[in-house]
């Protein structure tokens, strides 16, 4: 879904709407990518001389880091150096512009530079600004450094990822920073939602260790009321069973799931242990959960006598459901993907065709699209800078400054 030309594909529902990007690694700049693949304009502010290590995480071809191409979609990119007098001034003339701003500075810091709440509010009364830092605005951690992990750590999410005799385990990519950055966009959006109403624009305050703490589920709720803390169980469930990954006769595995109780008679009808159902323990997903072993086993030797295939088409016309375990490999071939475009190809200057992640939903009527991947370090200063109705000699003298 690149985009063939100004003028030629219908506009995003977010068009109109400017962010300023100032954050970097990396919930903070996807959340602003959410925003911009659905037309708003997003302008990427890095500092001329440490740009966003987004940049150089990953892999690289020719090298161009791979992982930017894909958080910096959609943006146009420029330098300053906010810390400045130039680069303050600069942000704050384009902060008047602007409709949200998403930074995740440790506290304090834009507030050392004349960029707190008090000077970008004065310069615009209608502004959001998004703060996205790993611990909030105030507490007594609010000041430490922090990344995802520490908030995959501290949610008590790594406490009950693994097996039951292993350590607790942390996912191998950014999953607290992608849920806070979900999260953000969405807190964006009704701030924004908020601002029609009232005219004036507000802060979000967002942590990055609370939003995966909701994704939980009722774990405070279950601690408050009856003391229970989830232990690990590995692939199972404490909730429903069977629910594991089981390894076909020809060596792939299989993840089955049995959340509602039909499902789970489905299963153990087309495994061939129907008696199982009659158990009184059978009748409730936690009696299931207690006897895990049991139907694991049932299952899981069905399963290793049959080849993945053969498992699939059965479980597909038992109504029953069951997913291969995939690599990248996998997605990338997959027909479902293929269908709804999950995985598109973008035309890009530097790289020529590359595929990635296509925007996270549909819309009828105002769908949104990738217009560009991401661009060069700086390559979009002196338009942006122009159109703000800087001179020439203005921003030669801001580079003078080294605030370019």
Not at 119 to 148: I, K, W
Not at 153 to 167: K, V
Not at 219 to 245: E, F, I, K, M
Request: with cysteine; net charge negative; charged share 20%.
């Amino acid at each position: 879904m690149t985009d063939p030309g100004p003028g030629s594909r219908s506009p995003g529902p977010l068009e109109g709407l400017r962010v300023l990007d100032l954050a970097t690694l990396f919930a903070g700049p996807l959340a602003a990518t959410l925003l911009g693949d659905f037309g708003a304009e997003v302008v990427k502010v890095e500092h001329p001389d440490r740009p966003d290590p987004s940049r150089g995480h990953g892999p690289a071809k020719d090298g161009v880091g791979l992982w930017w191409k894909l958080l910096g979609r959609n943006k146009r990119t420029i330098t300053l150096d906010l810390s400045t007098p130039g680069g303050r001034d600069t942000l704050l003339r384009l902060a008047a512009t602007a409709d949200v701003v998403v930074e995740n500075f440790r506290p304090g810091t834009l507030e050392k530079w004349g960029l707190g709440w008090p000077e970008l509010s004065a310069a615009n009364p209608r502004l959001v600004l998004a703060r996205v830092t790993a611990f909030g605005q105030r507490g007594p951690y609010a000041h430490r450094p922090g990344f995802g992990t520490l908030a995959e750590a501290m949610s008590g999410f790594a406490a009950i990822t693994g097996e039951p005799d292993g350590p607790p385990t942390l996912p191998p990519f950014g999953l607290a920073d992608s849920i806070a950055a979900l999260t953000t966009a969405y807190a964006v959006m009704t701030a924004l939602a908020g601002r029609d109403r009232t005219g004036c624009g507000q802060v979000v305050d967002l942590a990055i260790i609370e939003p995966i703490l909701t994704v939980l589920g009722p774990h405070p709720l279950w601690y408050d009321q009856l003391g229970y803390v989830q232990p690990r169980t590995g692939n199972r469930s404490t909730n429903n069973a069977p629910r594991n990954t089981y390894r076909s006769a020809d060596g792939r595995w299989l993840a089955v799931s049995t959340s509602a109780q039909s499902v789970a008679e489905r299963v153990l009808r087309l495994v061939g242990r129907p008696e199982l159902i009659a158990e009184p323990w059978f009748a409730t997903g936690s009696g299931r959960a207690a006897h895990a072993h049991v139907l694991d086993e049932a299952v899981g030797g069905w399963i290793g006598r049959h080849k993945a295939d053969e498992v699939v088409a059965a479980f597909e016309e038992a109504e029953a459901a069951v997913a291969p375990v995939y690599d990248i490999r996998d997605v990338m071939a997959d027909p479902q993907f293929a269908a709804l475009d999950t995985v598109t190809e973008v035309e890009d200057p530097e790289l020529g065709p590359v595929r990635m992640q296509n925007v996270l939903f549909r819309l009828s009527g105002t769908p949104g699209g990738i217009r560009w991947a991401g661009r060069p370090h700086g390559a979009d200063t002196d338009a942006v800078l122009t159109e703000l109705g800087l001179t020439g000699a203005e921003i030669a003298a801001l580079r003078t400054e080294r605030a370019l």
